[in-house]
């Protein structure tokens, strides 16, 4: 079983970081980026290295992103939002260990939240309600739902793709007609340029990364180069009407 990649306090403050920055927070209460208690959230995070002294608690992924979630959707560390950031943070959490939820409807991930924040999920047969319980019912209802995705590239918009390098030290030249030049460091590469935002494809996005040293046999490997930032983006967009949904609770 390979080791659960387990989002860290700083990276959870950037999911709300992002998230406060974003239009669709602006539309509906969500209160400040910062949390109102620190110490809430740094317990809620903290749960996912829960141990005896000799094993984790939590070493499975949905038993990980379990507990991420339930703590920062229950400990309120911030003063509005946080179902909104603890959602966030479960698909990046998932998205990092190369995993993906299926079969999971927009109306189900609302129903999961809200039934979570009410104390209403089931419980396993015979276990009496309390965090423990909680956390066990959350992880089973994740462990359901998730499927490993392959690892490697895959394509971006422009947009997306221009974020990522520019927060791995890359510059951009002007576009000159249908191109674009590309440097980091000394070393440079041309990417065709068709129009303002478009779809880039897998094949385009490798040659990149390997002729400015971004590829797994200079060190960076797809996890690695996948900007974290572009993946709130990527989750917000694709869930615009859950976040404004979550609001309500």
Same mark, same amino acid.
């Given at each position: ?105 927009? &109306? ?6 809200? &039934? ?30 998730? &499927? ?47 129009? &303002? ?53």
């Amino acid at each position: 079983m390979s080791e659960v990649i387990r989002l860290s306090e700083e990276e959870v403050l950037r999911i709300r970081r992002r998230l406060a920055s974003i239009d669709l927070a602006k539309q509906s209460t969500f209160g400040g980026a910062e949390p109102a208690y620190p110490d809430r959230l740094a317990s809620a995070v903290a749960r996912q290295w829960t141990s005896n002294g000799t094993a984790y608690k939590y070493r499975r992924l949905a038993e990980v992103a379990g507990t991420l979630f339930y703590g920062v959707a229950m400990s309120h560390a911030f003063e509005n939002g946080n179902k909104r950031t603890a959602m966030m943070a479960l698909f990046v959490q998932l998205d990092r260990n190369r995993n993906i939820l299926i079969n999971t409807s927009e &109306q189900d991930l609302y129903s999961f939240a809200e &039934q979570v924040a009410d104390h209403r999920l089931a419980l396993p047969n015979g276990m009496n309600r309390d965090s423990d319980s909680e956390v066990i019912a959350v992880s089973r209802w994740i462990r359901a739902r998730i &499927q490993p995705i392959p690892t490697g590239d895959r394509h971006m918009r422009f947009t997306e793709l221009k974020s990522t390098l520019e927060a791995l030290g890359c510059t951009f030249d002007g576009p000159d007609k249908n191109y674009v030049k590309i440097h980091r460091g000394s070393a440079s590469v041309s990417l065709g340029y068709p129009k &303002q935002d478009y779809d880039v494809a897998v094949n385009e996005i490798k040659r990149v990364r390997k002729h400015l040293s971004l590829d797994a046999g200079h060190g960076v490997d797809a996890r690695g180069f996948y900007d974290f930032e572009s993946s709130v983006d990527r989750f917000v967009e694709k869930h615009t009407e859950l976040m404004k949904r979550l609001a309500d609770l």
